[in-house]
Nanobody, 123 residues
Framework: VQLQASGGGLVQAGDSLRLSCTHS????????MGWFRQAPGKEREFVAG????????YYADSVKGRFTISRDNALNTVYLQMNSVKPEDAAVYYC?????????????????WGQGTLVTVSS
């Protein structure tokens, strides 16, 4: 499985950005998908996750109400819509695929990872 994340860039605080992640395999709909992020000097942290069907989502408290995760199983793509972006949202964002476990927030729940896309926020 290969995951290709895109959409990162420089954004002003308060603006919006949409990240995309494309899954290369034929089993995308069998994977729980998640977004994580890692800022310099910090550990990788969970941002949002979505169930295989897209019917259930889960967010970190820090992004709840501002970010929305969604997926299109026909396009093998998961999205992260980031609204009202804050300086503390700046990080490398990674998409991840979870083939075997239920929707969760631990990095250990996810077995395949994309290369990351950088989000920079100017205040």
């Amino acid at each position: 499985v290969q995951l290709q994340a895109s959409g990162g860039g420089l954004v002003q605080a308060g603006d919006s950005l949409r990240l995309s992640c494309t899954h290369s395999g034929r089993t995308f709909s069998s994977h729980v998908m998640g977004w994580f992020r890692q800022a310099p000097g910090k550990e990788r942290e969970f941002v949002a996750g979505i169930s295989r069907s897209g019917g259930n989502t889960y967010y970190a408290d820090s992004v709840k109400g501002r970010f929305t995760i969604s997926r299109d199983n026909a396009l093998n793509t998961v999205y992260l819509q980031m609204n009202s972006v804050k300086p503390e949202d700046a990080a490398v964002y990674y998409c991840a695929a979870n083939r075997y476990r239920d929707l969760g927030s631990s990095i250990f729940d996810y077995n395949d990872w994309g290369q990351g896309t950088l989000v920079t926020v100017s205040s």
